[in-house]
């Protein structure tokens, strides 16, 4: 069984970019917690929930994708 390299590659790519994704999206998050008095409040609370999506789903796309290079199903 060997690994396919492009493959990993690939998965490395989605796991670097969800890796500051992740704590971004807390972060705006808390923000939008802070700043309720602020009008934009809201807009600010669903982009930080949008980040937090996204490094979540690009965490488990790049996790299956370095699984489909080591063991090649």
Known sequence: MKTNRSILAQGIKYMAWALPLL???????????????NNWHYLV???????????????IKGLQTIM??????
């Open 23 to 37: 704590f971004i999206g807390p972060t705006v998050i808390y923000n939008a917690f802070i700043n309720k008095q």
């Open 45 to 59: 609370l669903v982009i930080g929930v949008g980040i937090s999506i996204g490094a979540v789903y690009l965490a």
């Open 68 to 73: 489909k290079s080591l063991f090649g199903y």
